[in-house]
């Protein structure tokens, strides 16, 4: 049984344990496998999900949508939520989730205020899954970037991992990091602008469960490191625009940079990038992120799967 809770809500990475995050991992190579043949159980028929997005999205929304489809469910969307539901009417979101769960079955949020969907998830009659709250996180983001880490590499356990960008605002970094800390002997080199550096409390909570190192540039780290998990610099939250124009243009993954990396190494970004990852390197196999948006389909199809529990239904096929 992955969760408990009624209903079951997917908020923060602390929640998951690793045995639960080993059981998703099967879970979804089970629903690639199953996608590739074709073969995939419609258990989500009858089924309804809303997303609710009040900040742009590309990969998160239509990957959570493009599962539920998938395995059978109907989708009820809205991009812009902001602008386009009754929030622009004044509605809160605690009254836009007890509104809207009236209708579906789980419903997925994204918003710009860091808190805001945990807050409403206690008024909301159905599963409510954070698809990232501003600055704080981005749990199911985290799950496929592990997911994609232990495909490409074999596994999780002693990988070196070097995070490269916005630190500070980065919120797939700030859930990632957290189920890293249930991994042994986890190596990560946190590099970033100096106003961009990870949450201090974040830093002392991981430093407690793995080797932390922190620099202001990657050189001396790159030959040594497993994944590099580069981000962009999330402008929207950057409120200073002096302070952008300084830190955007930090760091870049690039031929040169490709040179330094062993042929293991695997760079990962949860995209979208802007200038961080030269387009030059999407040819080399050490170029993951293609992979790991694929990996995010199947990954949430194995939470779906978990969500309404329909073993059953996978056991029979
Ligand atoms: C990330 C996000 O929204 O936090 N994107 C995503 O969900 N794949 C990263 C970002 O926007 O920089």
Redesign the pocket.
């Known amino acids: 049984m992955l969760l408990r809770m009624k209903p079951t809500h997917i908020l923060h990475a602390k929640q998951f344990d690793r045995a639960q995050l080993e059981q998703l991992f099967t879970v979804a190579e089970e629903m690639e496998i199953r996608d590739k043949q074709s073969s995939l159980s419609r258990f989500l028929s009858g089924k309804m999900l809303a997303t609710l997005f009040y900040?742009p999205?590309t990969?998160?929304r239509f990957s959570f949508e493009a599962a539920f489809q998938k395995l059978g469910g109907t989708i009820l969307s809205t991009e812009n939520a902001g602008l386009s539901s009754s929030a622009a009417k004044g509605e809160t979101l605690e009254d836009v989730v007890r509104v809207v769960g009236q209708y579906v079955d789980a419903i997925i949020i994204?918003h710009p205020q860091e808190g805001a969907i945990q807050a409403a998830s206690e008024y909301s009659p159905v599963p409510i899954l954070n698809?990232?709250d501003g600055a704080g996180e981005?749990p199911t983001?985290a799950m496929l970037d592990l997911f994609t880490m232990k495909k490409e590499c074999g596994q999780i356990d002693g990988l070196n991992i070097l995070f490269l960008g916005d630190l500070r605002y980065?919120?797939?970094v700030h859930s990632l990091l957290q189920l890293l800390s249930l991994y042994q002997n986890i190596h990560v080199t946190l590099v970033s602008p100096p106003e961009l550096s990870l949450p201090q409390e974040l830093e002392a909570l991981i430093t407690k469960r793995m080797t932390v190192q922190k620099a202001a540039s990657p050189e001396r780290f790159m030959e040594k490191a497993d994944v590099i998990y580069a981000?962009?610099i999330?402008k929207e939250r950057v409120t200073d625009p002096a302070m952008y124009e300084r830190c955007k243009d930090s760091y870049r993954v690039d031929a040169s940079f490709l040179n330094l990396l062993k042929p293991s190494a695997r760079i990962l970004h949860?995209?979208?990038r802007v200038n961080e990852v030269d387009s030059c390197c999407d040819e080399d196999d050490r170029a993951a992120y293609f992979r790991q948006v694929k990996n995010g389909l199947y990954l949430r199809m194995a939470l779906f799967s978990s969500l309404f529990e329909e073993r059953a239904a996978r056991a029979a096929l």
């Open positions: 900040e999205s990969r998160t994204r698809a990232g981005h983001q980065g919120r797939t981000t962009r999330q949860p995209l979208p």
